[in-house]
Every structure is written in structure tokens, then in C-alpha cells.
């Protein structure tokens, strides 16, 4: 028995528009926005760093020399939590792209059916079939699906441009982190050194304050000082626990005993000729410029699809195999059917629904276009603030070491004059608070400049090395 329910001289045709499906697009011509930012960065001319490799060039194990620091961030690269979903979120993207693609492609299964219905009052007939079936089967003449396709493609690569950046930014936040902790060190040890003078003073004040050759306006002062500093000592002992806290979230496990000894803020051994370049060549290595146009590329696929949504959509069903009244009779010879069901169907009345989903996926692309835009502007923001920090920060740490080493000269005359009677006690104890406040802001001067110089590495896309042409997860 064969069953036919389309002409065998129209298989030609089919195939040719089999072939033609999804040659035809609605959406429209994706074109990059203009970049909202000047043509140069600001204070680049004045940074000294006209050539050089760039950031984007330059390894993460190559930039930083402090073998401490390199083995923290190797760490954090392996056990970070927010990394880690990151590169999950490029395999769920990955998997949902395929899932679009696969909606290109006709769906063949194998199955068997019975079907029993009345054809007259009274007759009852049975018809049993088993066979390879073509499942609803969408000619894409419009480009919906392949638009849909498109839009997924673009939100997996966007996702792995959010994986890269995400690693840029956590080798990032883990350096500043790290130089926060040497920082605390040092301002520990400023301090313990302030607070041993302090107590020496307190002490020979109130001997000479015991034997009426001191005031007590002189001894107050000095134990105000000396409680000062044991202030400011708890303070910075309590920023470094915060800080080494959240190094450990960073990291993803506790501190780890075994890691090289980790050098001095001043010793860091960064690169420090890092070129800016032109505006337009960061933006193309910075990941989360790529994402944010990957994102808006997926929108304006979105549009395509709406718009498919207008035209009439043509899917086919098939099968072909055995089929039979009979259940005995279904692998019998004359058994033999096919069948192809072509399906038109025309939107004429749908209240609204596919105008308001091309609205929806119109907006959806002008909201892309100005993340997009705010993402360029960020991004040209962070370099310049960058190169703004190297052009005065040198000059800023170098000012205030000599600030420093002038007011330790001033607080060993203040001390000499008051011994020798020529000077009051209260001008000894301000040039030891000025030194004081003098040391501490050297040790945060220099920790700026190191870290500033760690936040233009990764405002220049530096921390990522691998193919920007295809995802990796």
C-alpha cells in the first residue's frame, strides 16, 4: 500500500526551497556606533611612554615581578567563585547557541502510529504506520531563524568576552589587594616605630614633670600623642585583617604557607612602559568593550526575528516508511508510503502581538547601543584617569619623601634646641606628629603609584593574552 498526500513531481520544488530557506534576512545591517570620546587620551603626551609593547601584549606573569603575588593570583585563577561562574556561564551560553543552530536543521525521528477513527456512520478503519518522520520542519524564507541563531551566536561570544574580562579584573583587584597588605605592613611598622619614641618621650617628660622641670600642659601633650599613636596602631592593624579577609575571598581558600616572600611596595618590579595608544585600539582589546558590542549585535539580530514574524512562516512535516490497515500487514511488501504536509500559515489578526514584539526588540537594540556607548566612554575613562595618576604621581611620591626627610631633620633640631633650653617641649612633640603624618602619607603615596600603574595595565586590557577571535572557556 503507498500512501501519498503530496506529488511526487513537486519534490524538485521542495528541495529548491529547502535549499533557499533562510537566504532571505529582515534584520538590519549591523553598523558599529561612532566611539562618544575623544580622539587621543588626555595627559598621554605628558606620560613618557611613547612605545613599547602593550598592555594587552604583555602576560600577567610577565608584568608582575614579585614571585608572592604571582603565586596568589595563580590561585585565584583557580579557585575564584565569580571566575568560575563565568566560564560556566560560557558553557550554558554555548549550549543554548547550539540549540538555535539546531533549529536550522530538520528534525528526523523514528517512530510507529495507530490511528483508529470512523469514516461513515457506523464503519470504523485502522491505519498503522511506523517509520523516519520530518518534524514540523520551518523553511526559513524570512531569516527568523537563522536571526534567532545569530542573536544566540552573538550572546555566547559576549559571554566569553565577559569570562576574559572578569579574569582581567580579577587579577586586577587581587594585585591591589596584595599591595594593600604590603601597604598595611609598612604603615605598621611607621607606626611601632612612632609609638617606641612616643613612650620615650612620654617617660622623660614625666620625670621632668616629677622633679618641677616640666609642665603639665607638656606631659598631657605628650600622652595624647602616645595614645594617638596606639589609635592609630589598632586602626591599622584592624585594615590589615579586612584587607587579608578579603584576599582570602579572592582567592577562594585560605592563605596558603608555603608562597615566596613577597617584596616592599617600592620593589614591586612592575612594567612601567606601558604606551596608551590611540582610543580606538584599546577599545579593541578591552573584553568588556567586545561584550557589550556582542551584545548589542544580538540585539539587533532580535529585530530580524520580529520582523520575520510579519511574513507568512511555511513549515513541512514528512515521513516515510511502512504503512498498513493491518497490524499484521505493516512490514508486508506493498506496504511501502510517504507523505509530505506543507504548512502556510498568514498573520492576519494577532491583537498587536508581533508589532509590539518588533517594539520590544527595537528598544532592546537602542538600550544596547548606549550600554555600548557607556561602555566606550567608561573604558576611555579609566585610561585617562590612569594616565593622569602616572603623569603626577611620581612627582607627588618623590615631594613627599623629601617632605619626610626634612620633617625628620626638623624633629632632631626641635629635640636638640629643647634640650639645650632653647626651644619649648610643644615644639618637639609637633615635629613629631608632623613626621608622623609626613611618613605615613610616603608609605600611601607609593602604594597609589604602584597601584595605579597595576590599574592601567587593566584599563589597557592587560591580563588576557589568548584569541579574541574565537571563545575559550
Given at each position: 500500500m503507498t500512501r501519498r498526500m503530496f506529488p511526487a513531481r513537486s519534490l524538485p520544488s521542495l528541495a529548491a526551497a529547502v535549499l533557499l530557506a533562510g537566504c532571505a534576512s529582515t534584520a538590519p545591517p549591523y553598523e558599529r556606533p561612532a566611539a562618544p570620546v575623544a580622539a587621543a587620551f588626555p595627559w598621554d603626551s605628558a606620560s613618557g611612554a611613547a612605545s613599547g609593547t602593550a598592555a594587552s601584549d604583555i602576560e600577567w606573569q610577565h608584568f608582575f615581578g614579585d614571585a608572592r603575588l604571582k603565586g596568589l593570583i595563580e590561585i585565584a585563577l583557580r579557585n575564584n567563585r565569580d571566575l568560575r561562574v563565568a566560564v560556566l556561564n560560557i558553557e550554558q551560553a554555548r549550549a543554548q547557541y547550539q540549540v538555535r543552530r539546531a533549529d536550522e536543521l530538520p528534525t528526523v525521528g523514528i517512530g510507529a502510529n495507530a490511528t483508529r477513527q470512523a469514516s461513515a456512520p457506523g464503519r470504523i478503519g485502522d491505519l498503522y504506520t511506523a517509520g523516519l518522520s520530518v518534524i514540523a520542519y520551518e523553511l526559513d524564507f524570512f531569516g527568523r531563524v537563522r536571526s534567532l541563531s545569530d542573536a544566540a551566536l552573538a550572546s555566547y561570544l559576549g559571554t566569553a568576552e565577559a569570562r576574559k574580562a572578569a579574569q582581567i579584573a580579577l587579577i586586577s583587584t587581587v594585585a591591589n589587594t596584595y599591595l594593600n597588605l604590603q601597604a598595611d605592613e609598612e604603615l605598621l611598622a611607621v607606626t611601632r616605630q612612632a609609638l617606641v619614641t612616643r613612650e620615650e618621650s612620654l617617660k622623660l617628660t614625666r620625670l621632668k614633670?616629677?622633679?618641677g622641670a616640666a609642665s603639665e600642659l607638656d606631659y598631657r601633650q605628650a600622652e595624647s600623642l602616645l595614645e594617638g599613636a596606639r589609635a592609630t596602631l589598632a586602626q591599622f592593624t584592624r585594615q590589615r585583617a579586612l584587607d587579608e579577609n578579603a584576599l582570602v575571598l579572592l582567592l577562594g581558600q585560605p592563605l596558603p604557607a608555603g608562597l615566596p616572600q613577597g617584596l616592599a611596595v617600592t620593589s614591586q618590579q612592575l612594567v612601567p612602559d606601558l604606551p596608551a595608544g590611540l582610543p580606538s585600539e584599546?577599545?579593541?582589546?578591552?573584553?568588556?568593550?567586545?561584550?557589550?558590542?556582542?551584545?548589542?549585535?544580538?540585539?539587533?539580530?532580535?529585530?530580524?526575528?520580529?520582523?520575520?514574524?510579519?511574513?507568512?512562516?511555511?513549515?513541512?512535516?514528512?515521513?516515510?516508511?511502512?504503512?498498513?490497515?493491518?497490524?499484521?500487514?505493516?512490514?508486508?511488501?506493498?506496504?511501502?508510503?510517504?507523505?509530505?504536509?506543507?504548512?502556510?500559515?498568514?498573520?492576519?489578526?494577532?491583537?498587536?502581538?508581533?508589532?509590539?514584539?518588533?517594539?520590544?526588540?527595537?528598544?532592546?537594540?537602542d538600550i544596547a547601543v548606549a550600554q555600548y556607548e557607556k561602555a566606550v566612554q567608561t573604558a576611555f575613562r579609566e585610561v585617562a584617569d590612569s594616565l593622569a595618576g602616572r603623569a603626577t604621581l611620581d612627582e607627588q611620591a618623590r615631594a613627599q619623601q623629601a617632605q619626610a626627610q626634612a620633617e625628620a631633620v626638623r624633629y632632631k633640631l626641635a629635640d636638640l634646641r629643647y634640650r639645650n633650653g632653647a626651644a619649648s617641649y610643644l615644639d618637639v612633640l609637633d615635629a613629631q606628629r608632623s613626621l608622623f603624618i609626613a611618613q605615613q602619607a610616603v608609605v600611601q603615596v607609593q602604594a597609589a603609584r604602584v597601584q595605579n600603574l597595576v590599574g592601567l595595565y587593566k584599563a589597557l586590557g592587560g591580563g588576557w593574552t589568548g584569541d579574541a577571535s574565537k571563545p575559550q572557556p
Open positions: 614633670f616629677d622633679v584599546v577599545l579593541a582589546r578591552r573584553p568588556d568593550v567586545r561584550q557589550a558590542e556582542q551584545q548589542l549585535i544580538a540585539a539587533n539580530a532580535n529585530i530580524g526575528a520580529a520582523r520575520a514574524a510579519f511574513f507568512p512562516k511555511i513549515s513541512l512535516t514528512g515521513s516515510v516508511g511502512t504503512a498498513s490497515t493491518e497490524l499484521s500487514g505493516l512490514f508486508k511488501g506493498g506496504s511501502f508510503a510517504w507523505s509530505f504536509i506543507p504548512q502556510l500559515l498568514v498573520p492576519i489578526f494577532d491583537a498587536g502581538r508581533n508589532q509590539a514584539n518588533l517594539d520590544v526588540a527595537v528598544a532592546g537594540r
